[in-house]
DNA sequence: CTGGGGATCGAG
DNA sequence: TCGATCCCCAGG
């Protein structure tokens, strides 16, 4: 079980984004460990992305995160009751991050169908909002180093053969960058979040 | 000080 | 399709 390293968040968010496609998300609290494995993403680019919190080099204490270097987590409340997790990417200058969309469950499942209060497995971790629910992720764990064993980190997974390709969810569509190709997911696995928000 | 919006979810 | 729900921030 090898931690991604620094060096790893640091290269093109896209990149970073598909590669990060079949690593393991691992969730540390006290004795009790939950692992799942990243089966979609999504790239924001910061100051160039109109959809990105740091657009135009936005900088608030909700966005400060986003300045930190790659390997830092960036997590955000909204819709008044919904956390996401991202991974910052790039150097201090680039604000730049990986939203982490949904995961297939692997491990502490019994835990994770007590934090949602759902018992099917599709429903645990299949979107930004409900992964965070699953593992207990809230605001304490922004700004936090993902690149060292602690409450949470990032692991190397097998390489993904499926991938795919599309268009960014959740975003207002009169912006011309909710149309750009920067979510990432493997074909066919059920853990895939829904989108409802269906362009074209 | 205040009001409006939000990278979502789930019920109907 | 719509309402929940609340933190944060821009604007006055």
């Known amino acids: 079980m090898e931690i991604l390293k620094s060096r790893f968040f640091k290269k093109n968010t896209a990149l970073v984004a598909e590669k990060l496609l079949g690593c393991y998300l ?20 910061g100051v160039k992305d109109s959809c990105c919190h740091s657009f135009q080099n936005h900088f608030t204490d909700k966005t400060k995160a986003m300045y930190l270097e790659g390997g830092f987590s960036y997590v955000y409340f909204t819709y008044g009751m919904h956390y996401c ?11 730049e991050a990986v939203l982490i969309r949904a995961l297939e469950p692997i491990e502490g499942i019994s835990k994770m169908k007590k934090y949602r ?14 992964l965070c629910q699953a593992f207990s992720i809230t605001k304490k764990l922004n700004a936090k180093k993902l690149t060292k064993k602690g409450e949470l980190f990032i692991t190397k997974g097998r390489a993904v053969k499926d991938k795919e390709l599309d268009s960014r969810v959740g975003l207002p569509l009169h912006k011309d960058s909710a149309y750009w190709f920067l979510r990432f997911y493997i074909k066919n696995n059920p853990h895939v979040s829904v989108r409802k928000n269906q362009i074209c």
């Open 117 to 130: 209060k759902k018992q099917n497995l599709k429903d645990l971790c299949s979107g930004p909002g409900k």
């Open 26 to 45: 691992v969730r540390q609290i006290g004795n009790q460990k939950l692992i799942g494995r990243i089966v979609e993403t999504e790239a924001y680019l």
């Open 85 to 95: 997790l991202n991974v910052v990417t790039g150097d201090k200058t680039q604000p």
